[in-house]
């Protein structure tokens, strides 16, 4: 539990997850721009958070600590961990904690444009608007645990950073050509680009991502390689 705690503080001492949440604040404005431009004030927070940022979260996501793992190679930090914590337990409490930094780097920014819209009558339906904001944490969560997963099966830390972006990206295009619109990516983040529903579909590739990248860390023997 202390590793877990020290851990989430470090968390926020991570230039990465300024740099990601920064990004995300950027992507927010702009669609805030864009919002005013169209007169979009009404539901200025749906508008705002699906104009962009849904096409790099995955990117935001992995980017605070997904490639740590990676980093710690060159000092023998994950052996010394691997020794400390039992086997297999330092490998788990990081992927815990990588998850939770890719869920706060992109739930903040969002609360924070939820918090202004509130104030400047940007909500449309305030329940709804909060179920919305609620999906970046399953979202940022999730593709950063198979960002984490990923640090197991290569020796490349830019591959942990861009794989979720390409996977993602690849499934954008790939999913209505093989019928599966309702499972479309960006709607796990953003349900009102198309529709505006939230299913249980919202959680089905968020819970795989999960399941994929924990199978990874499992199999990954990370204490043997670090």
């Known amino acids: 539990m202390r590793f877990i705690v020290t851990d989430l503080k470090r968390i926020f001492t991570e230039p990465t997850f300024y740099i990601s949440m920064a990004l995300n604040l950027l992507l927010l404005a702009l669609g805030i721009a864009f919002a005013s431009v169209r007169g979009e004030t009404d539901r200025l927070f749906?508008?705002?958070q699906s104009f962009a940022l849904p096409f790099v979260a995955p990117l935001l996501a992995a980017m605070p600590y997904s490639v740590m793992i990676m980093q710690e190679k060159e000092t023998r930090y994950g052996s010394l961990m691997n020794i400390k914590l039992c086997a297999g337990g330092y490998e788990l409490k990081r992927l815990l904690t990588c998850g939770i930094s890719g869920a706060a780097a992109l739930f903040i920014p969002?609360?924070?444009l939820f918090i202004?819209?509130?104030?400047t009558g940007g909500i449309s339906d305030f329940f709804y608007d909060i179920r919305v904001l609620l999906l970046s944490l399953?979202?940022?969560?999730?593709?950063?645990?198979i960002s984490y997963g990923l640090t197991f099966v290569n020796r490349h830390n830019y591959v942990p950073l861009v794989m979720p972006q390409v996977l993602y990206m690849l499934c954008i295009?790939?999913?209505?050509?093989?019928?599966l619109e309702k499972f479309y990516p960006p709607l796990d983040?953003?349900?009102t680009i198309y529709g505006g529903e939230?299913?249980?579909e919202r959680f089905v590739i968020p819970l795989c991502l999960i399941v994929l990248?924990?199978?990874?860390?499992?199999?990954g023997k990370a204490g043997k390689r670090l």
Request: aromatic letters at 18%.
């Open 110 to 112: 969002q609360l924070l």
């Open 138 to 145: 399953a979202f940022g969560f999730s593709y950063a645990v």
């Open 46 to 48: 749906l508008f705002s």
């Open 198 to 200: 939230i299913t249980a």
């Open 173 to 179: 295009y790939a999913f209505p050509i093989i019928k």
């Open 116 to 119: 202004v819209c509130i104030f």
């Open 213 to 219: 990248g924990l199978a990874l860390t499992l199999l």
């Open 189 to 191: 983040l953003s349900p």
